[in-house]
């Protein structure tokens, strides 16, 4: 007779798997354990197969054993409901059956799957107590768990404890980081790997080049992107997306596109999205569209996450018409418009100043509008100083249970610019009332490989007084240039000259000015802030550009603005 194995294989439909149990019942070969668990595996994860019926399989064993269970628990892990796995193994435990390794595995990746903490460090403990610690496989399954539940800490023990690593355990580890806040961490797992005679593979690439792009390492990005050329790692159609996505957030948007266009094994419709949406990062508005319109010629059909990044495009730089058109195209080309495309569309119309006509459509969706929609149309009252729709849209806010710093903020900002300032206190009482704090902006710089961090008025960097002395050297030399503060970005109840000492130290300014001391001139500068620009330091930027004969590329948490020759590629649109 056929090994059950050459059998299984042989299963593609589900008819063929019902078939190979009746075979197995009439030859008497599924009293062996191996068997009728290979059976049940097959029913439990096989496209052909169907779970419900692994678990009428399983109720036809008397006494089923430990690779029985694992069978169906291994089935519900990949399901849609994961969780059902974490009760199925507490059945095995309430009823005494002995579990192994293979038990913690698939209950583990369940855990992973729908963010389990409490019950991957339950399973931790007992793993621990089983002896099964020191399985390899295991370990690299929990502390993914670990990453993926944001707990790096954990991750990070379990990797060091581990007696023997594997690729696996490294690439976990890695991705952990770089889809956490220790992107840094993540560089620096993925230098130790190599150092200890690991060779990345696509995998580990993947992670390191997510780590670059949230940091915008571009030098660590460009090192990394060699590896893979050389490693023939850039016939992964997966790898090159990742790899256009991080020159594209670390501004460098030109390489980007000559990867796009250099791309041997084929484009995905991962690709065109990508390529698409930085090209709209970067406020290429013409560029985004044209390749928008050449994914159609080119037989690829754009989908949701298509128009999202065309929209995105039209709302960076200021093609609202065009945007509006493009979102009222998309039913009749069979994509149904979600909350983000209309998300985008009332950003669009809004800082364009039509105000009326962003609420309409808020107000007419056929689907309830989420807190993001609300806070884009304060946004935007803000811009315009907009006092009744501000307070309708906050109104809406705190019915929905919004808590968020940023919209009381807003909100203040709208009443400060009509120096409502007994307004602007009642706000702030609020804010203390309902324990809400501001998120303080940061910006980064890195300069020789080292990132230099700066909040606002900082002067904890051993650096401080020359980056002052800096600092007040452009003061002088912009004012020459005609340069008045903005201060009406300073939404305070205090005099004149005090509100432009608080605009001079914004965290923004603190970077540029210690990339001037610290770099050679004519050398271009990144600088990334955890918020929006401010309107101050955009006009000072174009001057210190221009000034200093410098290019000052500046990531916010929108979008990116290339400073050159006193202008900027937002065209002061932003």
Excluded at 228 to 247: E, G
């Amino acid at each position: 007779m056929a090994s059950i194995e050459a059998l299984a294989q042989r299963c593609n439909t589900f008819f063929h798997i019902k078939q190979l149990q009746a075979h197995l019942l009439t030859s008497g070969h599924f009293q062996f354990s191996t068997s009728r668990s290979r059976l049940m595996e097959l029913c439990a994860i096989s496209p052909a197969g169907d779970l419900s019926f692994a678990h009428l399989v399983f109720r036809q064993i008397h006494h089923p054993s430990t690779n029985d269970w694992n069978a169906i628990l291994r089935g519900l892990a990949v399901s849609p409901h994961p969780y059902d796995a974490v009760s199925w193994y507490r059945t095995m435990l309430r009823r005494s059956r002995r579990v192994d390794a293979l038990t913690s595995s698939f209950t583990l990746k369940a855990c992973a799957r729908f963010l389990g903490f409490s019950e991957a460090t339950q399973m931790h403990s007992q793993i621990v107590r089983w002896g099964f610690a020191g399985d390899a496989l295991l370990g690299t399954t929990l502390l993914d768990v670990y990453a993926k539940v944001g707990d790096i800490g954990s991750a990070k023990k379990v990797f060091d404890d581990m007696s023997v690593r594997d690729i696996a355990s490294w690439n976990a580890l890695i991705s952990g980081f770089a889809q956490g806040c220790n992107a840094s961490e993540a560089l620096e797992l993925f230098k130790r790997m190599e150092s200890e005679g690991f060779s990345p593979n696509e995998v580990t690439v993947l992670g390191a080049l997510a780590a670059c792009s949230h940091m915008g390492a571009f030098k660590e990005g460009e090192k990394i992107y060699e590896y893979i050329t050389d490693k023939k790692l850039d016939l992964n159609v997966i790898v090159c997306n990742a790899v256009i996505d991080m020159y594209c957030k670390c501004g460098l948007v030109g390489k980007a596109c000559r990867v796009f266009d250099s791309m041997s094994c084929g484009k995905s419709l991962v690709t065109w999205n990508t390529m698409v949406m930085g090209f709209a990062m970067h406020g290429d508005g013409d560029k985004a569209l044209q390749l928008f319109e050449q994914m159609g010629l080119n037989g690829v059909h754009p989908d949701a996450i298509s128009y999202l990044a065309a929209l995105c495009a039209c709302n960076h730089a200021g093609l609202v018409d065009h945007g509006v058109r493009l979102f009222n195209s998309m039913a009749s080309h069979g994509v149904k418009p979600n909350m983000k495309h209309y998300g985008s569309v009332v950003d669009l119309l809004g800082r364009a100043g039509r105000l009326k006509e962003a609420y309409d459509i808020i107000t007419s969706m056929p689907m309830m509008p989420d807190v993001v929609l609300w806070q884009s149309l304060l946004f935007s009252c803000q811009i315009y100083a907009n006092i009744e729709l501000a307070e309708t849209a906050m109104r809406k806010l705190v019915e929905m249970g919004s808590n968020n710093c940023g919209d009381f903020v807003l909100l203040s900002n709208v009443y400060a610019a009509h120096e409502r300032w007994n307004d602007v206190r009642r706000v702030r009482d609020a804010m203390k009332k309902r324990d809400v704090r501001k998120v303080p902006g940061f910006s980064y710089i890195e300069v020789e490989g080292v990132i230099h961090k700066f909040f606002t008025g900082d002067k904890s960097h051993d650096n401080w007084r020359e980056i002052y002395g800096k600092l007040d050297e452009i003061r002088f030399k912009i004012k020459e240039l005609g340069y008045v503060a903005e201060t009406n970005f300073v939404l305070h109840d205090i005099g004149e000259e005090e509100k432009e000492n608080v605009l001079c130290y914004h965290s923004e300014k603190l970077a540029v000015a210690f990339g001037l001391i610290s770099t050679r001139e004519g050398t271009p500068m990144q600088v990334f802030k955890n918020l929006r620009i401010c309107g101050d330091c955009h006009i000072v930027f174009k001057l210190v550009s221009k000034i200093y004969s410098r290019e000052i590329l500046v990531r916010d948490r929108v979008r990116f603005h290339r400073f050159k020759e006193g202008s900027c590629s937002c065209r002061d649109y932003w």
